[in-house]
């Protein structure tokens, strides 16, 4: 019973899809190399995966030189009576080297990723590896460097902030002393006005009495008692006492 027939479309389940990439892909590469071998042909056959991933097989020695043959082959004819078709192929090799060298960065990127490493030899792992270990190396020296340069900018900051605080405790000292010096010399006025205004007062207890000029020591002189009431009463009206009282 033969088998039956397989339709042709897109697989959707993506590791049945890889699985079918792996084994056709092998199995054209397989083909190629057989064609190139049995019939003597020159071969070129180029792969690329649905991640970009490159695959090629080539029977000469040169991918360039087959696919120069190639493009003499197909425009070859459309060169005669054409002056710029050169400067155009010159221009289109150009294209095919950048192209070519684009595609072995992004595979040797996927390979610094840990990807695609299944092609890859003893030797080429191990270049790999000192590449990672010396980038590792590079990144860790220049994340130190920064890391030392902010410390710096950060102390900078630092010492600028303590001097601009002492600057200010300085100024704050001096207004404390100004304000100081000027509660001091308003107590003082305010002592020496309140001294001013009690000293008039304290004059007034102090009255000259009235004595008689011809006081003579050792006489007795008759005093009526209405002239020692008047004297008493004109005393007292002075805020002061009698000198008889006394």
């Known amino acids: 019973m033969g088998r039956g027939r397989v339709e042709l479309k897109r697989i959707e389940n993506k590791i049945n899809r890889q699985v079918t ?20 042909a020159e071969v070129a056959l180029i792969i690329f995966s649905n991640r970009g991933k490159l695959y090629e097989f080539c029977s000469s020695p040169d991918m360039m030189k087959t696919l120069e043959r190639y493009q003499k082959c197909s425009y070859g004819s459309l060169e005669v009576g054409n002056p710029g078709r050169e400067l155009e192929q010159n221009s289109y090799k150009e294209y095919l080297k950048l192209k070519a060298r684009y595609e072995a960065l992004q595979q040797y990127q996927r390979q610094l990723l840990g990807e695609d490493l299944g092609l890859l030899n003893l030797n080429d ?11 590792l190396g590079l990144i860790r ?21 303590m001097d601009a605080n002492n600057a200010l405790e300085r100024k704050l000292e001096e207004i404390y002393a100004a304000s100081q010096l000027q509660q001091q010399a308003w107590f003082a006025g305010q002592e020496s006005n309140s001294f001013g205004h009690q000293y008039p007062h304290s004059q007034s207890f102090f009255q000259p009495l009235d004595c008689n000029s011809n006081l ?19 005393q007292t009206v002075n805020g002061l006492l009698p000198v008889w009282k006394l």
């Open 125 to 135: 792992l191990e270049a790999i590896e000192h590449q990672l270990e010396s980038s």
């Open 216 to 234: 003579q020591i050792g006489y007795d002189d008759p005093v009526t008692s209405a002239q020692i009431t008047g004297a008493s009463n004109s």
């Open 141 to 161: 020296s220049t994340r130190t460097q920064t890391m030392l340069d902010q410390l710096s900018e950060l102390q900078t900051k630092e010492k600028l902030m």
């Open 21 to 40: 990439f792996a084994k056709r892909r092998n199995g054209l590469l397989k083909k190629a190399y057989e064609l190139s071998v049995l019939c003597d």
